[in-house]
Each structure stands twice: as C-alpha cells, then as structure tokens.
C-alpha cells in the first residue's frame, strides 16, 4: 500500500511543472508583439525619455508581480487569479474581475493575430489597407493615419486562420504544447537578443539624432503627417507605459500563476519555482526591452518611412545585415503567434475554474466537452473553451478591424482591473502562517501596487480607458444577466437560454445585508472614479492634470482598506475553502491542469 502511494506520487510530481516549463510560459506570454510594435510608438510619443517609459512599466510590473506572486505561495490554484478573488470577495466581485480576465485572455490571440499580419503584409502588402502605398508613407499616404494600419479582406481572414491556427496548437496534449511552447520561447528570444548585440555596436547616428516627429508613422494614431509630427514628443513617460503599448508587452508574466496548483514540489519546492519564473522573466524582460528602445533611439535615423516592415528589420538591413533582417521579419510572426498560444492555454484553465465556480455555463468544462479521445489517448484541450474563446476573439477583431492599437486597449486597462485584486485579497486572507514583518511587508507591496495601478489608469487617456472599462461593464453584465433570464421563461429569449446553467447571483442585490455586494459597490464605485477623472483630465486639459491625478491617488489610497475590510467580512460569513502549499495531490493530474 505504502509503495502503491509512492508511485502515485512519483507520476504526479513527473506530471508538473518544472522552472524551465515555468518559464516558458512566463517568457513565452511576455515576448509577443510588444517589443516588435511598441518601440516606435513610445519614441514618438516621449522621444529620448521612452527609455524610461520602459523602466518605469516594469517597475510596476515587478511591484505587481511581487503581491501576485506571494498569494500564488500563500494559495496555490490553477485558475487562481478568478477562484481566490471568488472565496477572498464574493461571486459578484469575482465575476467583474472574470469579465476582465476573459476579455484580456480572449482578446489577446487577437492582438497577436493582427501583429502575425502586420508581420507578412512585406511579403503581401494588400492584407493591410493601405496596401503597396505603405512602403512610401510620406508619399502614399497624403491623408495621414486614419485607420491605415486597418487589416483588408484579405488580412482579415488571414487573420482568422491564424487564430485558428493558434487553437489548434492548443489541442496537444498538455505536455506536447509545453515542450513546443519551450522551444518557440527559446527561439523569439534569441532573435531580440541579436538586435541588441549586433545593432548597438552598428550603430552610427548619434543619441537623440532623430527627433520623434520622424516617426509619426509609427504612433499608432489618426490624423494626417503635419498632426502626428506635432504631437509628436510631447507626451509623459507615464503616458506611454498604458497608452502606449508598453503594459501591453509585459503583460503575460502571470501565466505560471494560472498553473500554481501544478508546480512540482520536490527539491527547490513551489515557492522557489514560482519566484524564478516571474521575477527572472520580467528582470530580463525589461532589460531587453530597455535596450530594444536605446537601439531603436539609436539607429532611428535610418528609418525608410516603411510601414510594411519592422523598424528594426530596417535597421538591419542599413547596416549590411540581411540575415538579420531576415531573422527579424519571421520572427515578426513567430513570437506573437507563441504568445497567443500561451494566452489561449492560459485562459481555459481560467474559465474552468469560472464553470467549475457557477459563475459561468457549467458544461464548458465538464468532461465531454474538457477532453477528447486521439489515437487512443485523452486529451484535455478544454475544446468548448478554445471554441467560445475563438468566437469572442473573432468578433472583438471584427469589430475593430484589425486594428493592433484598439486591441491593445482592450488589453492593457482589463488586465488592471485584474491586477488589482491580488493585493486585497492577500491581505484580507485569514490564518495564513506567515510571520508578522511578512504580513506587513505584504501589506505595503499590496497598497503600493493598487495606487500605481490607479495613476497608471489615470495616464493612459480617456480614449483607451473608457473603451477598456466599457468592456469590462459589458462583460459583467452579461455573465450576471444571463443566468437570471436562464431561470425566467421569457418569450423567445427563455428557449435560447434555457440550457445556459449557471448560478444566479443578481438577486442578491434585493438581500438585505448580503456580504458579497458591499465589495462589489466598493469596487465599482472605485472604478467609476478612476473613469470620472480620466473624463475630466480630457474635458479640462492638462490644466485639470495634477487634481485628477491626486483624486486618483486619494481613491486608491482610501478604497484599498476598505475593500480588504468588506472582503475579512465576507470571510467572515461564508468561510473561504482555500489551497495550501504542499497539499496532497488530486487523484488525477495533468500537465498544465
């Protein structure tokens, strides 16, 4: 019996995660189309001071990381970052921050896809809308931006089959994608690397010898050339760390904490395992991405006003080096497609944690629909997921048009909202073991981390702020709305929904002191401020900047305490069913559950 229990052991801890695997995942999330994108529009928006844009978004990466990471050791779950907000918060809490998550997770491959076409459109420049009239902006574009970057037909159903693709790479087996997963992450890395090197010591223009106006192209903005260039250069670093791209491309790092129930725990334990993943990737990431800005700033003066192809394939190709440039246009598809298949992985662990919650339709991960049989051998793929994730993906890049810059939106401000709520419910955890100066020191990682995701909300502009929230609002309230019409026999609506099984969580607005709706009141109320000052810093200008700012702040610095209260109150009333570190094992496991 004893040595029965040993072996089953021994394939569970064979089934998990390794730091290599980790880290793949990390990297291979982080490293997409960011770099490759976002390098031309921080230069044009903040010109020498982008480089600090960079520096300054993986601080607050790493502030983030660091609180997320401590409530991954304290409750290690896969599909954590929706169950723990769930037990710590409530249901109703816990759906905003799932319409969040599954927006940023489903609208990603998205993103990626669109990157995947802007990366072949120098192979076949009839799949961007501007067409061949991109090689020459300054000459084929006399009308400015607007909507240049806007896939065609064609580069739009290019990019359906690219996200396709992505799906099916997500019907390996578990272990299978890990291992390819590896392989690319290995491969999208090296080529940046081989910028850095090769092109600061090519470098000839001197530091700053092109002014950001240069690249008015590259803003990601409408309006015509005259506009862009006098806009140009006249945004704040912290403008660009959400406006401009540069959240975009850190965000990922936390795809070894959707996995945290999976981690091997032998030797180095989970704890070390999750730590070297997360903080190594994002140490590495920002500097990589610090040094891709100073090559960029570096080498912009031989910038051939190309829309078709990468700035950086440019500057390889001024430089004499051709296999470089070569390097750098596949890998201008490669690294977004690796982060799309990381995100999609991802988001299937997350939205069965949400169905196995009730907060969602329940048949999404039972079995018949989680596995399948392939030459004799189960798979769980998670099929139904991967399908309703590619019709929000697909609808999203429809309605957008392709348009890499809005998909980016709907990335970077939901993920906020996500990354928010890791700090309180780390601290609103009971009984943890963690010694007092522990307690405390998460307590000031957790407050720190939820005012900076405030001012970096308030800095990204109303444009992307107001789009990315709207989503989240809509998303909520369609996973809250749904099961009380489910349980309603409407006329027409009742037939469409009346298999759509989910727990009804709307009526608990008419419950008298029900524990799970002052949070949410909370963390709505908190939200709607961080818009309202956004709105008002648009409306009034820059004039209005330092007092919405400071509101912003004041909000932050007075809702965080009294979330963590409203959250230790519903703890309280409805005890929280919570993981611990080295727990037994499932019966059944697999890599990448």
């Known amino acids: 019996m004893h040595a029965r229990s040993g072996s089953v052991q021994d394939v569970d801890e064979g089934r998990r995660l390794s730091v290599l695997d980790l880290v793949g995942l990390a990297a291979g999330g982080v490293v997409g189309s960011g770099w490759l994108l976002a390098a031309g529009q921080a230069h044009w928006a903040a010109g020498g001071d982008a480089v600090w844009a960079w520096v300054i978004g993986g601080a607050v990466m790493l502030l983030i990381a660091a609180v997320m990471v401590e409530l991954g050791i304290a409750a290690p779950k896969t599909g954590g970052l929706i169950f723990l907000p769930l037990q710590a918060a409530g249901p109703l809490v816990a759906t905003v921050v799932a319409a969040a998550l599954w927006i940023v997770y489903a609208v990603n491959p998205a993103s ?35 909507r240049a970057y806007d896939l065609s037909l064609t580069g739009a159903l290019c990019a359906v089959v690219l996200m396709i693709a992505v799906v099916g790479f997500n019907l390996l087996p578990a272990r299978r994608l890990i291992r390819l997963n590896l392989f690319i992450t290995v491969v999208k890395v090296l080529v940046p690397l081989l910028i850095v090197v090769c092109l600061t010591f090519a470098a000839t223009d001197a530091a700053g010898s092109c002014a950001p106006g240069d690249a008015w192209y590259l803003s990601g903005q409408s309006g015509g050339a005259d506009h862009l260039r006098g806009q140009a250069g006249h945004f704040s670093a912290l403008y660009v760390v959400l406006g401009g791209g540069i959240i975009y491309a850190y965000i990922g790092f936390q795809a070894p904490l959707d996995f945290a129930g999976n981690i091997k725990r032998r030797g180095m334990g989970e704890a070390a395992r999750l730590r070297w993943a997360v903080y190594g990737t994002l140490v590495g990431a920002v500097a990589l991405y610090t040094a891709l800005q100073y090559v960029f700033s570096q080498n912009c003066g031989s910038l051939a006003a190309n829309m078709l192809q990468s700035p950086y394939a440019q500057f390889a190709t001024a430089a004499s080096m051709t296999w470089l440039a070569w390097l750098i246009r596949l890998n201008a598809v490669l690294s977004p497609m690796g982060s799309g298949i990381v995100f999609t992985h991802a988001l299937t662990r997350e939205v069965a944690a949400l169905s196995r919650a009730h907060l969602t339709h ?136 009346r298999h759509y099984d989910a727990r009804e969580h709307l009526s608990r607005f008419t419950r008298r002191g029900d524990p799970a709706v002052r949070p949410l009141l909370l963390l709505v109320g908190y939200i709607g401020a961080l818009v309202g000052c956004t709105g008002l810093r648009e409306l009034f200008g820059d004039t209005a900047a330092a007092v919405t700012r400071t509101v912003c702040v004041l909000a932050a610095v007075v809702v965080f305490p009294l979330l963590v209260r409203a959250a230790r109150r519903y703890m309280d009333q409805v005890r929280p069913t919570l993981p611990h570190q080295g727990e037994a094992p499932r019966p059944r496991v697999s890599a990448g559950t």
């Open 112 to 146: 990626e896809a669109a990157a995947m076409v802007r990366g072949l459109a120098h192979w076949f420049p009839s799949l961007l809308r501007s067409g061949h009239a991109g090689a020459a902006v300054d000459v084929g574009l006399p009308l400015g931006m607007d």
């Open 362 to 497: 329940r048949g999404l991960q039972t079995a018949r629909r989680a596995s399948f049989k392939f030459r004799g051998a189960e798979i769980d793929a998670y099929w139904m997921i991967l399908i309703v994730n590619l019709v929000i993906g697909l609808s999203t890049l429809a309605l957008v048009r392709g348009n890499w810059e809005q998909l980016v939106a709907l990335n970077s401000v939901p993920i906020m909202v996500v990354y928010a709520m890791p700090g309180v419910v780390l601290v609103a955890l009971p009984g943890t073991d963690a010694t007092w100066l522990r307690k405390a020191v998460r307590w000031c990682l957790a407050y720190a981390a939820f005012v900076a995701i405030a001012l970096v909300i308030h800095e990204a502009g109303w444009a992307d702020v107001w789009r990315g929230m709207a989503g989240v609002g809509i998303g909520a309230a369609l996973l809250l709305a749904l099961p009380w019409l489910a349980v309603r026999d409407l006329p027409y609506i009742g037939r469409v929904l």
